[in-house]
């Protein structure tokens, strides 16, 4: 190892958190609430201004999504197995992070997924049993607290009232296809048709900052500053000592006394961790990076989700269609603006499903989003006329992609290789998800509002057909992670309790450190994990484990 010396400004902090997204306010806010340390957040974008309507408007959605103001607005490398396209990965710049941009699907995932964690991990403390205390502590869910749910935790999340003719059909459709209804798919059942859960509060997006950081930002322990972009973690042997940022224009390098935490999300962190000199040997020393430590599973592992659109035409004017010209949507604005109400105040993917691609597979590997407009992500019409939707894609994909350096500058972006459908079975999964989708559409249910199959079309019905559609057309679902995975194996980055392998008080705290993707948007289990690392931080005592059951096949068999 190599000592990285630095000057470093007079005043000094207990913990240093890079990144104020989904898990770096939560890190915040918990551990200031010890008055007797001093902490340091920084984040490279701007504050999430409360005029600004596009972060707080629900229905707005696209706008920072597909803007730069608030996001890194980062692309894939060209993609070989889907046309040399490069992906749109979109990534929050701005206090919240993702949670202030993202599209407010509250999924947990699947209590099996935390299960396979602890497996593949060895650390049996990230079983379902021991995050369910952490979700449940987090929320306050306004369909009530119960066994699974919280009731009094600083994040609000609404349930979709999935009202209208369409969300009806879709709920009727998809229990005539053979799904069941779930009344909770954040509870003892996910598998099923469902109205689902948004991180909405008053009709307003309830990000992370709202929930976690504004009300700790009065306290005196803690400082945020925006506008800093982080250049390094400063070293010295094996511990991590401090950081270096610039911001205002001024280079500066602030001390840790503790630790230092990376919160900067599954693109953010590895990035950081190889310019300070972590992570694969090689590789740094070719971008010209003093090597601090030879961590070669950092920027590895990095998992996906990626959507198609299946649009139908709609017989009967009752879709989105008719509010997308520019009138009415000034008239859904000015009510948002003046009483937070309409059809403002949600982000319309009011009700989904979670489902299994064939009997034997143990808990759903399917996700479905309904949305009552055939329209595209970035809110362009591509259709022109009344329509519905779904966004449907496989959850647990075997292909896996990486972060590497493009240079040595930390204002370059990194290159980000999702190495989307690599492998034979993602496509194999890809043909049974569209299929399945499809049979739900076919139901009486939509009889009456049908117009017919707009995209892929009637005529994709081939596996080859199919294939070409999705090498054509889909879609990154937002969800990068696992780029810093947790594990004891010599691929692992942190160990059971988030810290770095190999250098002592540093952390990472986010998305990345999934062992594998979940099952489900990541915004809640990103927040979880920042609960929990808060836990391991404060060397606090866990909540003990709370067994309560969840649907599996072997569940349901053994009844």
Known sequence: MTTTAARYDAESYDYIIIGAGSAGCVLAN????????KVLLLEAGPRDRAWDWRIHM????????NGTTYNWDFHTTPQPHMDGRSLHCPRGRVLGGSSSINGMVFVRGNAGDFDFWAEDSGYQHWDYAHC?????????AARGADDWRGGDGPLHVATGAAEGALFEAWLEAGQQ???AFTEDYNGWRQEGVCRFDM???????WSSAQAFLHPAMSRPNLKVVTGALTERVLTSGNRAEGVAFIAGGERRSVRAEREVILSAGSIGSPHLLMLSGIGPADQLRAKGVDVVLDLPGVGENLQDHLEIYLQHGCRQPVSLYSVMNPLAKAMIGARWLLTH????????????????SDSDVSYPDIQCHFLPLAVNYDGSNAVKEHGYQVHTGPMRSESRGTIRLASADPKAAPLIDCNYMSRESDWQDWRKAIRLAREIFAQKAFEKLDAGELSPGPDASSDSDIDAFVRAN???AYHPSCSCKMGSDKMAVVDGELRVHGIEGLRVVDSSIMPRITNGNLNAPSIMIGERGADFVRGQKLPAATAQPYRTVASVAAQ
Request: hydrophobic share 30%.
């Open 177 to 179: 296809a053979g799904h």
């Open 199 to 205: 991180t909405v509060k008053d009709g307003k997006r």
């Open 341 to 356: 109400s309409g059809k403002g105040a949600t982000n319309h993917f009011e009700a989904g499903a979670f489902y299994r």
């Open 474 to 476: 889909a879609q990154s």
């Open 30 to 37: 918990r551990l200031s609430e010890d008055p007797s340390v």
């Open 58 to 65: 629900p229905a707005a959605l696209s706008y920072p999504m």
């Open 132 to 140: 369910l205390p952490y979700f449940r502590r987090m929320e306050t």
